[in-house]
């Protein structure tokens, strides 16, 4: 391995220059001024310049050429002004033959390793910020244009100085000529999405203003919409429901540390990345934290074998785990669309039981309370009990919480006592939790935010426990 340090700053020659000055003939140059060196002799004695020898001179050479090669390098990759770089350490790999012609072999090729190295010195390091995309115009994630001016923005594109453009969702999907735009605004319609790759996002985007650069590489993009957002009231009162569309990223990035990273970006309507971590804990966008959780999941093991080979300067490897992320994107996709329609599935049908008004969920103690043992089950698939009286089953929970009543249809219940799903419970089993039910009655919650210190915290659970237990009892 050669190990060298360029300081890009100290080159004043033109590429143009440098890239005349073929080794080759440099070498050529050397030896003939090797042997024209002794008509130096008429030369004033004290104006010589002391006299290297020939393995210093190729040094010079070898310095210039390499100095040269590097600048090209980093202006056909970047096209940006490499004064802006610091001193940086390259490491070259190459072979020589130790034959008659001591061929030089460079492993992998020397272009590609210093393209590597060059674009890890380029990169900035930890400038990731979620929530936003990167800006290359105003250099930083933290401006306006990092961010999507309103809720149902998504991600168009970089213009050619490396600018975020947005845009409205529908816009999006009409330049994509997609086949579901005129569902958009449906009522009650499922929510649309849509794939736009790196080189789609970036090909207006110039060399100089980031589309070579690692700090934030797009991969790939899922936009999507609409969805349901609660976004508080800033007067207190009830939160509004607003549409939003989504913009789900994948983007190349480069740690504080300078280690390579694959980050799954979820860009919603300007919210912060912690606001947006909010709204996924809802119960309603379950669906999209599991699918992101996922996706995430993927990503973060093909980093790491990526990151492996790329420290290995294995670009083969390297490039076949890179092609995994169009797939991790689909998937992605499919799981947003699969996960939304079951979403609407289940609140479609948590409606429906609201408003069925054969559905006696209030009869469920008075119903306990009269049955016998024998109408006890042991639902072993869903670890909870049932009661089970004339046409009703009420489930609930090992503590005696009622969880769910519904309607039984005709040999529904010996369907499951036959599939061993339901089973029997032993008659002590049964009085208790009978017990347990009719006396059923919730615990305090205690809100650890209204406790300075531990002492507090404990004493305040205590009293909970003893007056849930007295109200049990």
């Known amino acids: 391995m050669f190990s060298c340090r360029i300081i890009m700053s100290e080159d004043t020659t033109s590429p143009k220059e440098h890239v005349e000055q073929d080794p080759t003939k440099v070498e050529e140059a050397i030896n003939s001024s090797e042997e024209a060196a002794p008509g130096a002799a008429n030369l004033d004695q004290k104006s010589e310049e002391p006299k290297r020898s020939r393995f210093e001179r190729r040094t010079t050479a070898l310095s210039d050429v390499l100095r040269t090669i590097v600048r090209d390098a980093y202006l056909e990759r970047f096209q940006g002004d490499p004064e802006s770089l610091p001193e ?3 490491n070259i790999h190459f072979k020589v033959g130790g034959r008659e012609n001591w061929d030089v072999n460079f492993n992998p090729d020397l272009k590609e390793q210093l393209v590597v190295q060059l674009e890890d010195a ?9 929530g936003r995309v990167f800006c290359f115009y105003c250099n930083n994630s933290l401006c306006d244009c990092a961010k999507p001016p309103d809720l149902r923005s998504v991600f168009h594109s970089y213009d050619s100085m490396g600018k975020p453009v947005w845009c409205d969702f529908p816009q999006l999907l009409v330049e994509v000529k997609h086949p579901e735009v005129d569902k958009i605004y449906e009522k009650g319609s499922q929510a649309i999405s849509h794939i736009l790759y790196g080189k789609q996002l970036k090909q ?6 980031g ?4 700090t934030y590489s797009l991969l790939g993009q899922i936009v999507f919409g609409y969805i349901g957002l609660k976004i508080p009231n800033p007067a207190g009162g009830k939160p509004s429901l607003e549409k939003a569309a989504c913009t789900v990223q994948v983007a190349e990035t480069r740690e504080s540390s300078g280690g390579f990273s694959l980050k799954l970006n979820v860009i919603m309507g300007g919210l912060s990345g912690q606001e947006i971590k909010e709204h996924l804990s809802n119960r309603s966008l379950e669906w999209l934290k599991r699918a992101v959780g996922i996706a995430e999941r993927d990503l973060k093991e093909i980093a790491i074998e990526a990151g492996i080979a790329r420290k290995a300067q294995d670009s083969a490897q390297f490039n076949e785990q890179m092609k995994q992320v169009p797939m991790v994107l ?21 409606e429906q039981r609201r408003g069925n008004k054969n559905r006696p969920i209030h009869k469920a103690v008075e119903d306990v309370s009269k049955a016998a043992a024998s109408d006890f089950y042991y639902d072993s698939e869903k670890k909870s009990m049932v009661c089970i009286s004339q046409e009703r089953a009420h489930i609930f929970n090992k503590d005696g919480q ?3 009543t519904f309607k039984l249809s005709g040999g529904e219940l010996d369907k499951r006592k036959k599939a061993g799903r339901w089973g029997s419970v032993p008659a002590a089993d049964a009085e208790a939790l009978k017990h347990k039910i009719t006396n059923f009655k919730k615990k305090p919650v205690i809100n650890k935010k209204n406790f300075s210190g531990l002492s507090d915290l404990s ?15």
Request: no cysteine; glycine share 6%.
């Open 402 to 404: 009622h969880i769910t």
């Open 204 to 209: 207006d985007q110039l060399s100089s203003y």
């Open 330 to 350: 689909k998937s992605l996709a499919a799981s947003i669309n699969r996960g939304e329609r079951q979403q609407k599935r289940r609140t479609q049908h948590v």
């Open 122 to 130: 380029e990169a900035g390091k930890g400038v990731y910020e979620a």
């Open 211 to 214: 589309k070579s650069s690692k």
């Open 459 to 473: 004493i305040a659970l205590d009293k909970a426990t003893n007056a849930g237990d007295n109200e049990e009892a």
């Open 88 to 90: 940086i350490d390259l």
